[in-house]
């Protein structure tokens, strides 16, 4: 779970990245695609500099909510839940954090310390169990859907 002063410290350096959110988005998929070859066709048929775009507002939307935490955690749960539509299973949830973490780390620099690395870390943690429920519960209904017809 993440803490009230891990939450700020996210909060606080999401402002420090927003000046080179682009470049970190672009970090972001280049290190995920270079962590998992295999994601790329998860994204074949998206305009891959929308979806940046799309990451880019997420991440903020998230980041902002992170201190009101029961609507937050629904909404990532159906964030999860959509994202199994397009093919994404638990197992991607690992290597996004890793990538993510990775870029995170480059775009903040010197002010990328443990303890911020600690906090990002948490967050993500919360971020992934909530929408790998999501998409596991997606699964499950595809599989009820299956085994009744």
């Not at 290190?31 to 799309?54: M, N, S, W, Y």
């Not at 443990?114 to 993500?124: D, G, I």
């Amino acid at each position: 779970m993440i803490t009230p002063k891990q939450t700020q410290l996210v909060q606080n350096t999401w402002q420090q990245v927003l000046p080179v959110s682009e470049t970190v988005a672009d970090l972001f998929y280049r290190r995920l695609f270079e962590l998992d070859p295999g994601c790329k066709a998860l994204f074949r048929d998206i305009d891959l500099d929308a979806q940046k775009t799309k990451l880019l507002q997420t991440m903020s939307a998230t980041i902002t909510s992170l201190h009101a935490i029961e609507p937050l955690l629904y909404d990532l749960t159906e964030m999860g839940r959509r994202h199994a539509w397009y093919g994404v299973t638990a197992y991607h949830y690992q290597t996004v954090g890793a990538a993510l973490l990775w870029a995170l780390e480059r775009g903040l620099g010197e002010a990328w310390t443990p303890e911020v690395q600690a906090a990002w870390a948490a967050a993500y943690a919360l971020i992934a169990e909530q929408m790998i429920a999501g998409t596991e519960a997606a699964h499950a209904d595809d599989n009820r859907r299956v085994a009744v017809n």
